[in-house]
T-cell receptor, first 118, second 112 residues
Framework: AQTVTQSQPEMSVQEAETVTLSCTYD???????LFWYKQPPSRQMILVIR????KQQNATENRFSVNFQKAAKSFSLKISDSQLGDAAMYFC?????WGTGANSKLTFGKGITLSVRP | EAQVTQNPRYLITVTGKKLTVTCSQN?????MSWYRQDPGLGLRQIYY???????DKGDVPEGYKVSRKEKRNFPLILESPSPNQTSLYFC???????????FGQGTRLTVV
């Protein structure tokens, strides 16, 4: 079974600085998808960034980028120029391809609470 | 606007009183799923559906039922709620394999 591990329950960053959130996963699949979701106090789950395992290039979305290390099964999220609005819980998630016959569910890590200091 | 709509947003009920949480999506997605979120555990899948009349258990299905009679709707049914089902519930849908999951606003359920 796939597992996703976020070992840091909390992190803090100074406004305008850069922070990296760690995530590791375990799978026997060679093709899969990885996501970072943001959950602000409103509880809404917001997709931050997505990475396809077959792509070697790291995904980027404005101030958000990932460091995807397939061999190490690591998928960290880097937030540059941190803003107060980035304060939230962040979840790392894994999804197997539908075509494998497996339930194409999202397997989530336990989440990390990020606080941003003004 | 593309969205997943859950109702109600908040619900307090008593042990044993049947309840239904509705979920509707307007994106014509085949795949829909229910998750529960508990502190320190992240989100865990309860049930999922790959299309109309096709549903199956996720990781934590005990005490829950679902149905998929129409493509857009995927209600979650608790026939006899218990306090250990107090949680934050999310409905999600997606179009294709590996596709982004769109989440509803969440339902905060308290069973006393």
């Amino acid at each position: 079974a796939q597992t996703v591990t976020q070992s840091q329950p909390e992190m803090s960053v100074q406004e305008a600085e850069t922070v990296t959130l760690s995530c590791t996963y375990d799978t026997s699949e060679s093709d899969y998808y990885l996501f970072w979701y943001k959950q602000p106090p409103s509880r809404q789950m917001i997709l931050v960034i997505r990475q396809e395992a077959y792509k070697q290039q790291n995904a980027t979305e404005n101030r958000f980028s990932v460091n995807f290390q397939k061999a190490a099964k690591s998928f960290s999220l880097k937030i540059s120029d941190s803003q107060l609005g980035d304060a939230a819980m962040y979840f790392c998630a894994y999804r197997a391809p539908w075509g494998t016959g497996a339930n194409s569910k999202l397997t989530f890590g336990k989440g990390i609470t990020l606080s941003v200091r003004p | 606007e593309a969205q997943v709509t859950q109702n109600p947003r908040y619900l307090i009920t008593v042990t044993g009183k049947k309840l239904t949480v509705t979920c509707s999506q307007n994106m014509n997605h085949e795949y829909m799923s229910w998750y529960r979120q508990d502190p320190g555990l992240g989100l865990r899948q309860i049930y999922y559906s790959m299309n109309v009349e096709v549903t199956d258990k996720g990781d934590v299905p005990e005490g829950y039922k679902v149905s998929r009679k129409e493509k857009r709707n995927f209600p979650l049914i608790l026939e006899s709620p218990s306090p250990n089902q107090t949680s934050l519930y999310f409905c999600a849908s997606s179009l294709y394999e590996g596709g982004e999951a769109f989440f509803g606003q969440g339902t905060r359920l308290t069973v006393v």
